[in-house]
């Protein structure tokens, strides 16, 4: 019956069809906030339509990495409308919908309500929303798993991170809840000279790899401790947006989240 088949395809259209990616860690400072930001500007280079959700309640950092510090977003109909970024990824923070000198000190159902307002917001016709967690395995990232199941994760963690086991941790969450890792990527491996840009490793090398190998989930690569990655980033440029040599590691982690 025609008829049908016409409200079917209605139907199937209105319906967002999203892939979701939730970037966590095992502890604060690792690098997972700059790591999100720069695998939406790499995934939006590459071709998606990317949005990015700043669910990191405890220092959300997103408005200062893209750029858009003190914007607020509107409300059309109770519902957010995110803010555009130089980058063409559109953003939400838990730090717009607080005052910005005020401490996150939410309680558990303020958090969810609040991650709950970001995920339903008006993403307009995004293809991809990155989402970046807050640090550890508490109430925002269970209301993520269970309510909103994002398609997989990324963890980013440092060789020590890794070696302290915080990460591991973070990994059996997503793992127990069945939703699937990406991978891992080792962030601040090695440290980039700033003069002649050769990467030496004071810890050693290959840790990361070999956790990874371990825990039998995917390595997507390592990103060294480098000056011009935390001065671009401290200046509203994600590195992976500009000709800079660093951006590299980061497409590269991009293309490996979507193989
Ligand atoms: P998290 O979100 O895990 O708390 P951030 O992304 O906020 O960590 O990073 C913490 C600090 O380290 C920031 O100042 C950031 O610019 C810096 N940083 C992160 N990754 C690197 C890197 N690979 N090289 C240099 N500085 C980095």
Redo the contacts with the bound molecule.
Sequence with gaps: VPGIASVRIALTSQRTRRLSIAVA?GK????????SANLAVALKAGGRRVGLVDA?IY?P?QPKLLGVEGSQPTAKEKVLQPVATPFGVPLLSMGMLVAPDQAIAWRGPMAAGALGQMMDANWGDADTLVLDLP?GTGDVQLTMIQKHRPAGAVI?STPQDLALIDARRAIDLFKKAGIPIIGLVE??AGYACPHCGEVSDPFGKGGAEAAAADLEIPFLGR?????A??TA??AGQPPASGNLPEAAAFTAIGDAVLR
Excluded at 28 to 35: A, C, D, E, I, R
Aim: aromatic fraction near 0%; charge should be negative.
């Design positions: 860690s604060g400072g690792v690098g997972k906030s700059t790591v990191d220092g950092s640090p980013v962030n601040m990103i060294p401790l480098d000056i990655i935390r980033s401290d």
